[in-house]
């Protein structure tokens, strides 16, 4: 299939061929076409913090205002973009998971034709690798679909046209007037999304410039927009209401950075080591491999950088979230391509192969199509064989499969129907999300997820000791809120973790929240991921907090 992306080239400069044009389109489009299918076939398949996006967005459309009405600690700039699919969810009978995975296969798909027309317009002597570029982009989202949608994805997705605008400027092949434009407010949006993002953005730039130290490179069109939305982001927060800046710049904010230097306890309880080493191994011999390459493609050192960047990010974190490596993979994984295509591209002329002959649009359109078929076969064997779960259930209409619903799906059907409030207090998204987004619950506090109430209180101890006076507020406001929500909207079904010895447990009971709840509610037992598991995967190992159980609660006389 890779000789059938290949056009034979001279190093002249040179804009892409009709053949190598179309048979590009072809091979990503039947890719996309896939990813497609497969969001279609299981609507409820959903990431857990793409899921918490979505409810965010659907609370804002409910006029919940962020970080007031609800609280979680994601960039306001996430929140909006999650307002798109929560107003299609609004107007259509699907569900909520299956609109937010066609939103973002949507801007993957528009990400990857940017990219591919910015290249293929352009002309260099780097034409040879644009039809393997193109096709890695889209089949990129194969390999991180456990991820799609999540605050990574949605950052590689959107910087990467950027990535190569920049780069084709800094060649001096600057990209047409919309398509720099274009790229530049995705580069913006982008950057937007995270304050360490910012630098991502920095740094890429800065490597430009000293790679040709001109100075008018730095006021080209695409980075002029994206610099425009980046203030206009910044800007924004002056006319926010300042119950929402400050909650976000003083309380959330701050508590993400703060939660870099804190080691989460619960990463004893995984039984094994929580890295991604391999990833990091991965990243490593690529760009050994690729930068030994680099005078092959003026492109290898830019995503080489890239990579160096994200890891960095990854770093800082301290996480080891597998999403958190999407930046660096990409980069790597971009490097890697760049070098098979060189070493296509050189056996492709040292023989001789004549492509004119074998690479016609009718003849990669029947390969492409007969591949396709028969790669369709595995999801329908698994549409056959699944467990269907009917969402007219649950006030959506469709067919999922049952097996795609996440774990303790069980005693949540068994305790409360669609659209009961329920509060599941973990230090990490799961397992409220994607659980209640799946079967239609809501949430039953401000509060999404626990990892506040876990690393807020910690933040009182931060010098200078007036900084933390403030930090002190916002959290005994913050609990304060949690014991009004469960006295007021008086949820159908708690769930806390099982072992007391957690931070977030102490930090609950010593604001003397778990005895209201023990007050007003039943204890229904301890229920493990485990136990859990016969029709439901176990969930990733990403997600800390795997073996422990939690104890669920339900209203006194139900």
């Known amino acids: ?24 389109l072809i091979i990503a489009g039947a890719v996309f076409l896939y990813l497609l299918i497969q969001i279609i076939l299981h ?3 959903i990431a857990a913090e793409a899921a918490l996006h979505m409810e965010c967005g659907r609370l804002i459309m409910e006029g919940k205002i962020p970080y007031v009405g609800f609280f979680d600690t994601y960039a306001p700039m996430l929140l ?7 107003a299609l969810s609004k107007m259509l009978p699907a569900h909520p998971a299956l609109i937010f995975n066609f939103f973002v296969f949507t801007l993957s798909l528009i990400s990857c034709l940017l990219s ?17 570029l193109v096709v890695a982009l889209a089949a990129a989202n194969f390999l991180w679909l456990n991820d799609f949608g999540q605050r990574d994805h949605i950052f590689v997705v959107l910087y ?3 990535l190569l605008s920049r780069w084709l400027t800094n060649l001096g092949l600057e990209s047409k007037r919309y398509f720099a434009i274009a790229a530049g407010i995705a580069g913006g949006i982008s950057t937007c999304l995270d304050p360490l993002y910012v630098l991502v953005f920095a740094g890429m730039e800065i490597f430009f410039f000293l790679q040709k130290l001109k100075w008018t490179r730095l006021l080209s069109l695409d980075i002029r927009c994206a610099c425009i939305v980046i203030v206009l982001y910044a800007l924004h927060f002056l006319v926010l209401p300042k119950t929402v800046s400050t909650m976000y710049l003083h309380f959330a904010l701050p508590m993400v950075l703060f939660s870099y230097k804190t080691w989460n306890p619960l990463l004893v309880y995984v039984g094994m080591t929580p890295d991604r080493r391999d990833l990091v191994y991965f990243m490593a011999g690529s760009l050994v491999v690729a930068l030994g390459c680099r005078k092959f493609s003026s492109l290898i050192p830019p995503f080489a950088v890239l990579s160096l960047i994200g890891f960095g990010l990854v770093v800082i974190q301290g996480e080891m979230v597998s999403s958190q490596f999407l930046p660096m993979l990409l980069g790597a994984g971009m490097a ?3 070098v098979l295509a060189s070493g296509i591209n050189l056996m492709v002329k040292r023989f001789a192969v004549p492509l004119d002959r074998f690479c016609r649009p009718e003849i990669v359109g029947a390969i492409t199509a007969v591949t396709f078929i028969l790669c369709l076969f595995a999801p329908a064997n698994q549409v056959r064989a699944a467990d269907g779960f009917d969402l007219s259930a649950i006030g959506f209409s469709g067919t999922g499969n049952k097996k795609d619903l996440a774990n303790f799906s069980e005693i949540l059907e068994r305790e409360t129907v669609p659209g009961d409030q329920v509060l599941i207090l973990n230090d990490r998204i799961r397992p409220a999300y ?12 401000v509060q999404l997820t626990g990892f506040p109430v876990r690393v807020a209180p910690a933040m009182s101890f931060i010098e200078p000791i007036e900084q933390s006076k403030d930090y002190t507020v916002f959290t005994d406001q913050m609990f304060e809120e949690l014991r009004r929500d469960i006295k007021d909207r008086r949820p159908k079904m708690i769930m806390l973790l099982a072992d007391e010895n957690l931070t977030l447990m102490q ?3 010593q604001r003397k929240i778990i005895e209201d709840i023990e007050a007003n509610y039943q204890n229904k037992g301890i229920f493990d991921w485990a136990t859990d598991s016969k029709n439901h995967p176990d969930p990733r190992l990403d997600y800390c907090g795997y073996w422990t159980a939690f104890t669920v609660y339900t209203p006194k006389g139900k």
């Open 336 to 338: 890697a391509v760049l």
């Open 43 to 45: 609507p409820l398949r």
């Open 507 to 509: 930090n609950l009971r």
């Open 116 to 132: 591919a027309f910015m290249l293929f317009q352009a002309k260099s002597r780097d034409q040879y690798f644009v039809p393997f």
């Open 80 to 86: 909006y973009l999650a307002t798109i699919p929560a």
């Open 1 to 24: 299939m890779t000789t059938l992306l290949m056009q034979k080239l001279s190093r002249s400069k040179t804009t892409a061929s009709k053949l190598a044009v179309e048979n590009t």
């Open 434 to 445: 994607p659980l209640l987004l799946q079967l239609n619950r809501r949430p039953g506090s």
């Open 160 to 162: 990467t046209p950027y």
